[in-house]
Structures are given as C-alpha cells and as structure tokens.
Antibody, heavy 120, light 106 residues
Framework: EVQLVESGGGLVQPGRSLKLSCAAS????????MAWVRQAPKKGLEWVAT????????YYPDSVKGRFTISRDNAKSSLYLQMNSLKSEDTATYYC?????????????WGQGVMVTVSS | EIVLTQSPTTTAASPGEKVTITCLAS?????MYWYQQKSGASPKLLIY???SLASGVPDRFSGSGSGTSYSLTINTMEAEDAATYYC?????????FGAGTKLELK
C-alpha cells in the first residue's frame, strides 16, 4: 500500500524558514517523480514543486521560485521542501504527492497533508 | 497559464440521480484529470487521461471531453460521493487546477 506521510509543519513568522518532510513507503520511491501541492484554507489546489527521480531536475511555479527548494533522499525514501522567505500567502496545507508523468502529468497518491501557518 | 473554469460551483443531487461537472480550459489541453476531496481529507485521484478510472474508483464515475471542454459524470449519485471535485491539466506549464465543484447530497 502506497503511503506518504508529511511532517514539519507549524507556525512560522513572515520572512523565516521551514522545512517539510515526506516519508514514502509501499512503492519503489526512486522510480517516481515526486511533488508538493498546497491548498490555502478554504481554497483550491496549487502545484508547488516537482522533482525528477534522481533529483537532478526540479520545477517550480513563479509564485515560489527562488524561495522554495524541493529535494529527495532516495536511500531514505524521503522527500523534502525547504521554504525560505515565507509570506502570509504561503499559509496552506502542504501535500506530498506522487507525480505520474506522460502526456501531461498528474498526482496519483497524496499524503494526509501538513499545515503551515505564516503569521507574526 | 491555462485557466480551468469549473461549473457548477456548487450543486446537490439525490441518491440515484445523475451528476455532470464541467471543466472548461482557456486553451486546448490534451488530457484532463479529476480528483475527489472529501471534507477534512486529502485529494484522491478519480480519473486520469480524460477517461480512465483510477484504481478502486467505482464505475459509476466517468470522464470525457477534448480540446477545451471536459466533464466528469457520476451516473447514479450515492451518499459517499458528497465531496468537492477538482479538474487538473498539465498540457502546458504550470499545471493548474480548477477552483472546484462542491457536490452535496440532497
């Protein structure tokens, strides 16, 4: 059974940093692209980052480019999201997701999510 | 960026009723993906590549469409289908989601 378990969320002041982790199990982690998707309170879904199987390629939307860094440790079957210079608009539940590539791409398994609140 | 517009925003259906949710793209996309999110839970993949059912998804769910117009249909509404449904595209970067359609049980 595929499982994705996020951790590391919490309350952080604007301008500070936070690092999220995602522990994966139930599949060969190193064979899959992985991603982070967030959901602001009572809002829709927004893609945040994607990383290739080896970690050599990363992708971000303009809203987080230069502030967020996605990384992975295939030996530990773990995914990370380093978030710097946090803003109030980064307040959201962050989901770790397995990213299926192909014609387009989509997310076939999601974690339970971890809440990040950016506030003074 | 491709904008996905879902309609209706909110709807309600009685058990056994047919439900159709529409997703219009601001530019042509090659495929559409659909997710179901129940209250307090994470999203769950329902439909991939426009019309393929994800593993474990009941066959009362179906997807169709092409170009800029796609739809998700629930053939016979069940109580457990009450949720918010999102469409998603990745024909061009960045991948985008629709704003969601909240489906309630009547």
């Amino acid at each position: 059974e595929v499982q994705l378990v996020e951790s590391g969320g919490g309350l952080v002041q604007p301008g500070r940093s936070l690092k999220l982790s995602c522990a994966a199990s139930g599949f060969t982690f190193s064979n899959y692209y992985m991603a982070w998707v967030r959901q602001a309170p009572k809002k829709g879904l927004e893609w945040v980052a994607t990383i290739s199987t080896s970690g050599s390629r990363t992708y971000y939307p303009d809203s987080v480019k230069g502030r967020f860094t996605i990384s992975r440790d295939n030996a530990k079957s773990s995914l990370y999201l380093q978030m710097n210079s946090l803003k109030s608009e980064d307040t959201a539940t962050y989901y770790c997701a397995r990213h299926i590539r192909g014609t387009g791409g989509y997310f076939d398994y999601w974690g339970q999510g971890v809440m990040v609140t950016v506030s003074s | 960026e491709i904008v996905l517009t879902q309609s209706p925003t909110t709807t309600a259906a009685s058990p056994g009723e047919k439900v159709t949710i529409t997703c219009l793209a601001s530019s042509s996309v090659s495929n559409m993906y659909w997710y179901q999110q129940k209250s307090g839970a994470s999203p769950k993949l329902l439909i991939y590549s426009t019309s393929s059912l994800a593993s474990g998804v009941p066959d009362r769910f179906s997807g169709s469409g092409s170009g800029t117009s796609y739809s998700l249909t629930i053939n016979t509404m069940e109580a457990e289908d009450a949720a918010t449904y999102y469409c998603q595209q990745w024909s061009s970067n960045p991948p985008t989601f629709g704003a969601g359609t909240k489906l309630e049980l009547k």
